[in-house]
Nanobody, 130 residues
């Protein structure tokens, strides 16, 4: 059973940065496609970044392009989400999600959907003050 543990959230001023981590257990990251989602109060959960496809390419939501970067550390079996130049609208609870490699539909130029992921972490809160 794959388990995901997200951490690294906190309170930061606008323009600041945070690094979120998603530690995976029960499977090597090599066999998983990872996504990060966020949910603000009263809003639907939205995809922030996701990896998939034959080449493990990474896609980003337009709202975070150029500011957020997802990377992986195979030695630690951990995926990180580096978030720079944070804005108040980035305030949300952030979740990492995983699916067995190759099982995401990975439709051209589209972000993966929440329903396409089988495993979820518990989330970590990010609050950006203005």
């Amino acid at each position: 059973e794959v388990q995901l543990q997200a951490s690294g959230g906190g309170l930061v001023q606008a323009g600041g940065f945070l690094t979120l981590s998603c530690a995976a257990s029960g499977s090597s990251l090599y066999y998983l496609d990872i996504g990060w989602f966020r949910q603000a109060p009263g809003k639907a959960r939205e995809a922030v970044t996701c990896s998939g496809g034959d080449d493990g390419s990474v896609r980003y939501a337009d709202s975070v392009k150029g500011r957020f970067t997802m990377s992986s550390d195979s030695a630690k079996n951990t995926v990180t989400l580096q978030m720079n130049d944070l804005k108040p609208e980035d305030t949300a609870r952030y979740y990492c999600a995983a699916q067995v490699e190759g099982r995401l539909p990975w439709i051209r130029k589209q972000m993966a959907l929440e329903s396409e992921y089988q495993y979820w972490g518990q989330g970590t809160q990010v609050t950006v003050s203005s």
